[in-house]
């Protein structure tokens, strides 16, 4: 117990204090599983508060040992070891010590589709506009990007895991370094939505694409009305949910699209498995088009 309260606030001194974030860090998980995705090696699993990482969530974990995730199911407890690296997260030591019932169906983006909300853009369709404000605080429509060739992607800035938001990030990263040494992405944009304006003001944006590096001509940061921002989200395939009692606590997948310059859905990319390769060779035919 003791040994548990000294690593805990170890690791939130070292969280806290670090720009240097070259050490994996440990956390003991406890919670239980919601579902597992073997042909991804992960499991999603519902837990509580990790003290100096993140609130109570449910979120998709890799497991490293091919074992341990084969040795559990759908409403398991279990208790593991959370590995947070520069670029990667894990777990590892899954052990099940008990078994509940399963409060409700983890989130899948399919329940956008067929449920009330605002159907899933299908490629070819027009991207319906919606108002944002960019990280200048200047009211920027989503129409506006209009005769450029669109990445955009969701994620918040607050996000604790290295594979997910931060992961967005990077790649667009990437991508933004080919587009400045390839004349044939010249008519390419980079667009990022937070779906946390709460905590993602214009300000809180402008020191993120700072710190990425981002160039403001061809990189914008998007925040606005929360509401706004979930309709047009629903409609590539993200869904987030929050907790009432803690709005840090946040539940999201990844949704990664592209859309013409004639603001016509192109593709989209789920969750944290494409690559900037991947986009990149899907830009060029599009972007090249007048
Ligand atoms: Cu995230």
């Not at 899954?94 to 983890?106: S, W």
Request: contains cysteine; glycine residues 6%; aromatic residues 6%.
């Amino acid at each position: 117990m003791q040994r548990r309260a000294v690593f805990a606030l170890a690791a939130a001194i070292s969280l806290a204090a670090c720009s240097s974030k070259s050490n994996p860090h440990t956390y003991p998980v406890h919670g239980q599983i919601v579902s597992v995705t073997p042909d991804r090696q992960e499991a999603t699993v519902k837990h509580g508060e990790i003290p100096g990482l993140m609130p109570a969530m449910t979120m998709p974990y890799k497991i490293r040992e091919k074992a341990e995730l084969d040795a559990v199911k759908p409403g398991d407890m279990i208790d593991a070891t959370l590995t947070i690296g520069e670029n990667d997260a894990f777990l590892t030591g899954v052990r099940k010590v008990g078994e509940a019932p399963l409060e409700q169906p983890p989130p899948e983006p399919t329940t956008v589709a067929t449920g009330s909300g605002p159907a899933l853009l299908k490629p070819g369709e027009v991207v319906p506009d919606s108002p944002f404000v960019d990280q200048d605080g200047k009211n920027r429509a989503f129409n506006s990007f209009r005769g450029s060739t669109v990445v955009l992607t969701f994620i918040y800035t607050r996000c604790p895991l290295p594979t997910f938001c931060p992961m967005m990030d990077r790649h667009f990263v990437t991508i933004q370094e080919h587009m400045h040494d390839d004349p044939l992405l010249k008519k390419v944009h980079l667009v990022t939505i937070t779906f946390d304006p709460a905590y993602d003001t214009p300000e809180v944006l402008r020191k993120h694409a700072l710190e990425l590096n981002a160039d403001p001509k061809r990189w914008t940061f998007l925040t606005g009305d929360q509401k706004a921002i979930e309709t047009f989200g629903a409609r590539f395939g993200v869904l987030v949910t929050r907790a009432s009692n803690d709005p840090r606590d946040i539940t999201h997948n990844l949704r990664t699209a592209i859309v013409g310059p004639d603001g016509k859905l192109v593709k989209v990319y789920t969750g944290n498995e494409w690559t900037p390769d991947e986009i990149l060779a899907d830009l060029k035919p599009t972007a090249n088009a007048d």
